[in-house]
Structure formats: structure tokens, C-alpha cells
């Protein structure tokens, strides 16, 4: 495989999802529209990493604040919650220990809020080695600025910008893969 396709193309064998502090008081902070599609993309990432079995990382930031990560989405938690107050989830040393215990050195990252914990989070990743694949519509933040700046300087520290089914078209790869009816029947439930 050549360096281009090691950066951009998911490898079903090296990836994590990593779902950012999607939470009962910071999710109707958001706007509803926004939420609710972060919402949605986030349940198909989570159905097709289940179906392909393949590791998830949750966090939840403060959640005796925040509560928890929404009943919607407590299938990010099955595997791996982790609790956390610093806004990167690497400042958490039992993230680190869940991510490093996955083997991944690819990480597909969701949630909220784009331009604080989930940037923070990219940075650090990138720093660290690992490759960071941005899930565009599985982000957000309260306000369109903060989220398309938190995008723009993803992309220019190097990470991957990519979307909720380029993402899972990826990971299997092609229609010969055994996911590939689980994948297709996902993407056909993406709403625009």
C-alpha cells in the first residue's frame, strides 16, 4: 500500500471510532438540525463498527455536570467509557490506555464539541502518530464559526476530512467484503 493510501484510505484492521462526549446537557445546547444528523451518522458508525467488530471508545467530559453519553448513542459505551475533565481525551491517561489497547493507529473521530474536545483531542492524536479521519457530519459545535474553523485546522494539521459513509464504504473496501450488505443497507438509511 503507498502513502497515500495508508493516510486516506481507513484500514478495517488498524481503525478505532472514538465518540466525543456526546451528552445528555450538551447535546440540547446544540442546534437541533445539527445534533440530530451528528446524532444519526453516529448510530450508523456505531452499527456498522458492530457489525464489522471493530473497537469504539467512548468519553463522556465531566459527566457529573454533563451527564451521560445520550440513551440514543449508549452503544458507544459497550466496550470503553471513559470519564474525563481535560478537554482532550489524550490528557486522560486511561483513553490513552483503552486507544493503545486496541492496537489502532487509525482513529475515526465524532462528537462534540468540534472546536474544543474534539479538536484537542485531533492535535494531540496527530502529535502523537497516529492518522485522525474527521467525520464532517458526525461533529459539532453550538456555533457554525467554531465548527468550520475546528474543521479548516484539522485539515491543515493533517487530518483526514472525510464523511459518515466514505467512512464505511472504506472499511470494507468492496462489495466482495462480508460487511458490504450491512454497509449498503447503512448508507441507504443516511439522510441528507
Given at each position: 500500500?503507498?502513502?497515500?493510501?495508508?493516510?486516506?484510505?481507513?484500514?478495517?484492521?488498524?481503525?478505532?471510532?472514538?465518540?466525543?462526549?456526546?451528552?445528555?446537557?450538551?447535546?440540547?445546547?446544540?442546534?437541533?438540525?445539527?445534533?440530530?444528523?451528528?446524532?444519526?451518522?453516529?448510530?450508523?458508525?456505531?452499527?456498522?463498527?458492530?457489525?464489522?467488530?471493530?473497537?469504539?471508545?467512548?468519553?463522556?467530559?465531566?459527566?457529573?455536570?454533563?451527564?451521560?453519553?445520550?440513551?440514543?448513542?449508549?452503544?458507544?459505551?459497550?466496550?470503553?467509557c471513559i470519564e474525563k475533565t481535560s478537554f482532550s481525551c489524550?490528557?486522560?491517561?486511561?483513553?490513552?490506555?483503552?486507544?493503545?489497547?486496541?492496537?489502532?493507529?487509525?482513529?475515526?473521530?465524532?462528537?462534540?464539541?468540534?472546536?474544543?474536545?474534539?479538536?484537542?483531542?485531533?492535535?494531540?492524536?496527530?502529535?502523537?502518530?497516529?492518522?485522525?479521519?474527521?467525520?464532517?457530519?458526525?461533529?459539532?459545535?453550538?456555533?457554525?464559526?467554531?465548527?468550520?474553523?475546528?474543521?479548516?485546522?484539522?485539515?491543515?494539521?493533517?487530518?483526514?476530512?472525510?464523511?459518515?459513509?466514505?467512512?464505511?464504504?472504506q472499511l470494507v473496501g468492496g462489495a466482495k467484503h462480508p460487511?458490504?450488505?450491512?454497509?449498503?443497507?447503512?448508507?441507504?438509511?443516511?439522510?441528507?
Open positions: 500500500m503507498g502513502e497515500i493510501q495508508e493516510k486516506f484510505w481507513l484500514q478495517i484492521d488498524q481503525v478505532a471510532l472514538v465518540v466525543v462526549d456526546v451528552q445528555e446537557k450538551l447535546v440540547p445546547a446544540m442546534n437541533s438540525r445539527v445534533s440530530g444528523e451528528l446524532v444519526h451518522h453516529v448510530e450508523l458508525l456505531l452499527e456498522g463498527f458492530e457489525a464489522l467488530d471493530l473497537p469504539v471508545i467512548a468519553t463522556e467530559q465531566y459527566s457529573k455536570g454533563l451527564g451521560h453519553t445520550i440513551d440514543k448513542l449508549t452503544a458507544a459505551t459497550s466496550q470503553s489524550c490528557g486522560e491517561p486511561n483513553f490513552m490506555s483503552a486507544l493503545e489497547k486496541t492496537g489502532a493507529k487509525q482513529v475515526l473521530l465524532v462528537g462534540m464539541e468540534a472546536h474544543v474536545c474534539v479538536l484537542q483531542t485531533l492535535l494531540e492524536l496527530l502529535d502523537r502518530g497516529y492518522v485522525v479521519h474527521l467525520v464532517k457530519d458526525a461533529i459539532c459545535s453550538r456555533f457554525k464559526t467554531d465548527f468550520e474553523t475546528a474543521v479548516a485546522t484539522a485539515g491543515a494539521a493533517g487530518a483526514v476530512i472525510t464523511t459518515t459513509e466514505t467512512a464505511l464504504f460487511g458490504f450488505k450491512t454497509v449498503s443497507q447503512l448508507a441507504k438509511r443516511r439522510t441528507p
